[in-house]
């Protein structure tokens, strides 16, 4: 500012003999730009040219003297350098960085804002401008469109968008009640190929093997069903929806199974196998991590392998949707604080293709 200042009043001094003496200001100015070039150059004789703050600022007050057509004879520098130092030695007249923090309104303080999320939150029902009038009457001054922001930058939907369970809440609430079905065909070593039926309950991932056979007919399918009824038993009651595709294996004695239970039979669109995604998914799981790595002799041996599949399935594989628990695990086992205390315990599955491992008692 102060420099700023000093550049202003120097072109005010220049600018009187400019008045009186129109004709020989000019040449005047020049012999005054050639001297200082001279002092300069003294000055540096055994270094580069420099120039220092003084230097650009007398230079850029002469400037105003001279006739811009001569600006390249005259001065050591391009004119567009001159424009540039005249224009740097004006910024800092408007320059006011240094009399405040930052531009624009100060920024809440971060206690408001958690107390703004606080009450959104407890309150799924209040919109900006109710929690804009609570916090008004707790002492605390914020303007509606502050509290908008602080929502909206918290990712937090207007009110009363925020009523009721997310999408995510809500699908795990149906999934309690879903259970799917699909076959799963496996070649045996003579080429010949046999069919599984699989249940899958969303809302446990538990996994049932209906049956194996080599002919999956109508009526097969349906006394599959019937053997899943009785094997569920009284936990039947707890499903709602049955996903199945469209296959004409399933008829509608293959329906009534469930229906007569209260179940509803909802089918997939055809050719969309991603209406059936969880159970398209465990499907390629037991090909992974055991059929593709298995020769499968006969049928007996087919139920076998997909016996203990579905065991080490449902008592120990984790689940990411369950949050690495097992289906039938209820909660996590107690942290070890020191893994080198207890022995591990490895138990071979289906010969090695899968490994099993648990403290020893």
Not at 84 to 109: C, E, M
Not at 116 to 136: D, H, K, T, Y
Not at 330 to 358: C, K, S
Request: some cysteine.
């Amino acid at each position: 500012m102060i420099v700023s200042l000093v550049y202003k009043v120097t072109r005010k001094l220049l600018a009187v003999p400019a008045v009186i003496l129109c004709r020989d200001a000019a040449k005047d100015a020049e012999l005054l730009v050639l001297r200082h070039e001279n002092a300069v150059l003294r000055r540096q004789l055994t270094a580069p040219v420099r120039y220092e703050p003084t230097d650009r600022l007398w230079f850029a007050a002469l400037s105003s003297l001279i006739p811009r057509l001569r600006w390249v004879q005259v001065f050591p520098v391009t004119p567009g350098t001159l424009l540039a130092w005249h224009r740097r030695l004006i910024a800092r007249k408007w320059d006011y960085s240094k009399h405040r923090s930052g531009p624009g309104r100060p920024p809440t303080a971060s206690a408001l804002k958690a107390l703004v999320l606080r009450l959104a939150r407890e309150n799924p029902r209040w919109g900006s401008r109710r929690i804009q009038g609570e916090l008004v009457r707790l002492g605390q001054p914020i303007g509606t469109t502050t509290v908008w922001g602080i929502l909206t930058a918290a990712g937090i939907d207007p009110a009363p968008r925020r009523v009721g369970p997310t999408w995510r809440e809500f699908l795990t609430a149906q999934a309690e009640g879903v259970i799917a079905c699909d076959f799963l065909h496996i070649d045996l070593v003579d080429l010949r190929r046999m069919y599984a039926l699989v249940f899958l309950e969303h809302g446990t991932r538990r996994l049932h093997v209906a049956g194996v056979t080599a002919h999956p007919t109508g009526l097969w399918t349906v006394q599959q069903a019937r053997n899943l009824a009785v094997e569920l038993g009284v936990r039947l009651d707890s499903l709602r929806f049955l996903l199945r595709d469209r296959d004409a294996k399933y008829t509608a004695s293959f329906d009534a199974v469930f229906e007569a239970e209260d179940v509803e039979v909802i089918k997939s669109p055809p050719r969309a196998p991603r209406a059936n995604a969880h159970c398209e998914r465990v499907i390629g799981t037991l090909r992974r991590e055991v059929l593709d790595h298995l020769l499968i002799w006969n049928e007996t041996h087919a139920r076998q392998v997909l016996d203990a599949c579905a065991r080490h399935y449902n008592h120990h594989r984790p689940h990411q949707a369950r949050e690495q628990l097992p289906p039938l695990a209820q909660e996590h086992p107690a942290p070890v604080a020191d893994p080198t205390a207890h022995q591990l315990l490895r138990t071979r599955v289906l010969g090695g293709v899968i490994n099993e491992y648990r403290h020893v008692a």
